[in-house]
């Protein structure tokens, strides 16, 4: 029986070995072929992948070539600058070929964060505007085209030399344009005044560390100034009511029928940690103990227009400016 079994499987294991190897090798060659494939897909993959890192490369040498580029020109306009630079002809610059760099880079040469302001002479001009390509338009108009102007005529029956005191001036003219009128100016501010002139004083400190003897002066000037007292605005020290002790150390270094300006925002009363919004009972309250000469308001419609109009009438919602002028009483 073994030997039966024995006969009989043989051919059987045979043909089972033959079809066992014609599997191992089909599968072997349809092995190899995907293998072939594989290897060539990634071969494909490796050399698409370089040519992106290429790619890649490349526009970062063409970025650093431009950015170097543009350092170059701006050293080379520099050292022409100190070489008697002469500014292109007219031509060369017109209103059409200003492009978005050019207006972004004036834009921010304006602003309170450009190379003026750096350096400490950043003025608050009342009219704003901005640059764009091939063109220039009003950007705003604050409340500083009311506030100069009413200073001024408050003021216009002061001779000169008087002593006048500018609280908060720093982002003005105002002081220098007195100065140059021929009075004697002292501007208190904790930021300093960048702005010289032989008659002007400047003290660079907040005004309760004014001295006492820095008093009997002609005329005191807080225009938008008062409102940031106690706020923390401007490296002060956050103080409730900072405002109003602030205007009484003002009354008390005028001289007897001396002129206080005091400007401040007008609308809604509200206060945040930039600034304080009055309404007109609260203008008059900064004013108590002082006989009030002029009372009127500027009101804001758009944001380039302000109307002149009264202070006890908010329009809405909106915010005004309150212009105010004072008087110490002689008695």
Do not use: C
């Amino acid at each position: 029986m073994k030997g039966a079994r024995r006969v009989l499987g043989w051919p059987t294991r045979r043909l089972l070995d033959q079809r066992m190897q014609w599997v191992i090798n089909g599968v072997d060659a349809q092995l190899g072929r995907r293998l072939d494939e594989l290897e060539r897909a990634n071969a494909e993959l490796n050399e698409r992948v370089a040519a992106v890192q290429r790619d890649v490369v490349d526009e970062g040498r063409a970025v650093e070539d431009g950015v170097t580029a543009l350092i170059d020109a701006a050293r080379q306009l520099i050292h022409d600058t100190q070489h008697d630079y002469e500014i292109p002809g007219e031509e060369a610059r017109t209103l059409e070929r200003l492009r978005w760099p050019a207006a972004e880079f004036a834009n921010w040469t304006a602003s309170p964060y450009g190379y003026a302001a750096q350096a400490g002479l950043w003025i608050n001009h009342p009219v704003q505007l901005v640059h764009r390509p091939r063109g220039v338009d009003m950007l705003s108009v604050n409340e500083r085209i009311v506030e100069i102007p009413f200073a001024f005529a408050a003021l216009a029956g002061l001779q000169p030399p008087a002593r006048v005191l500018d609280v908060g001036g720093s982002e003005s003219t105002l002081a220098l344009s007195l100065a140059t009128m021929g009075h004697r100016v002292t501007v208190v501010d904790p930021r300093g005044y960048s702005l010289r002139h032989p008659n002007l004083e400047v003290v660079e400190r907040v005004l309760e560390d004014l001295p006492t003897e820095a008093s009997g002066f002609d005329a005191v000037l807080a225009v938008s100034s008062i409102e940031h007292f106690g706020t923390g605005a401007y490296g002060q020290q956050a103080a409730e009511r900072a405002d109003l002790r602030a205007a009484e150390d003002l009354r008390g270094r005028l001289r007897p029928g001396g002129t206080m300006v005091l400007t401040v925002p007008l609308g809604e009363p509200s206060v945040d940690d930039f600034q304080r919004v009055y309404d007109a009972a609260g203008v008059r309250e900064l004013l108590d103990g002082l006989e009030i000469r002029a009372f009127t308001a500027a009101w804001r419609t758009d944001i380039v227009t302000w109307v002149q109009g009264d202070p006890e009438e908010p329009r809405g919602e909106t915010t005004g400016v309150a212009l105010a002028a004072a008087v110490r009483p002689l008695g």
